[in-house]
């Protein structure tokens, strides 16, 4: 499984923009990157997930480069309601029969101040 | 539409009390899963099982044992508790979407486990 390097924490404001960069340099070639959102006292939330270039949904982007060595969520205009660690897997098979496990690493905490 | 179900929610076991903890879901998943989370920590993977029938070791499966009984449930047993098992306890559920691949996995509210 790739080994992920995410910041441990990022403070930010409400109404900004927050990037979190995650660093992934032996992705494999069927890899997919996906990232998570865990508010405290709940299970981890599916965010948004790609294979490379960019993707968007209603929650987030995430930003994929050429060399799918890093990836990078970014949240528009955040709230008081995104504060919350943010985990980035790489890893998940394509390939059902090898089952998907899960691993995380530490995650990210961001803090949104008012 | 419940999706992963967890019990309990909350448990206080004393040292060397045994107890299960039991997980359902009902999204016809293939895959399910086991982690614990001490405080200001992330996940750690427990056990697996990618398929009914097939259990697999995790990160820290020493301690404890699980059984997949059938496609909707996945339980995990604490034989022997110690202080060190206290922890947050998530069940998860994941399948395969969409035609490229990659899978979402789905958690449960978690069950906090005290051993004093």
């Known amino acids: 499984l790739a080994k992920t390097t995410q910041p441990i924490s990022m403070d930010s404001y409400e109404g900004q923009e927050v990037n979190i960069t995650c660093s992934h340099n032996?992705?494999?070639?069927?890899?997919?990157i996906t990232w998570y959102q865990q508010f405290p006292s709940q299970g981890p939330r599916f965010i948004i997930q790609?294979?490379?270039t960019k993707v968007t949904n209603e929650v987030a982007s995430l930003f994929i480069p050429a060399d799918r060595k890093s990836s990078t969520l970014s949240l528009p205009r955040v709230s008081l309601s995104d504060t919350a660690v943010y985990y980035c897997l790489v890893g998940l098979s394509m390939i059902k029969a090898a089952g998907n496990k899960l691993t995380f690493g530490g995650g990210t905490r961001v803090l949104v101040k008012p | 539409n419940a999706g992963v179900t967890q019990t309990p929610k909350f448990q206080v076991l004393k040292t060397g009390q045994s107890m299960t903890l039991q997980c359902a879901q009902d999204m016809n998943h293939n895959s399910m899963y086991w982690y614990r989370q001490d405080p200001g920590m992330g996940l750690r993977l427990i056990y697996y099982s990618a398929s009914e029938g097939t259990t697999d070791k995790g990160e820290v499966p020493n301690g404890y044992n699980v059984s997949r009984l059938n496609k909707r449930e996945f339980s995990l047993r604490l034989e022997s508790a110690a202080p060190s098992q206290t922890s947050v306890y998530f069940c998860?559920?994941?399948?395969?979407w969409g035609s490229g691949g990659g899978t979402e996995a789905f958690f449960g509210q978690g069950t906090r486990l005290t051993v004093v």
């Open positions: 790609g294979y490379k």
């Open positions: 032996n992705i494999a070639t069927n890899d997919y």
């Open positions: 998860a559920s994941s399948e395969i």
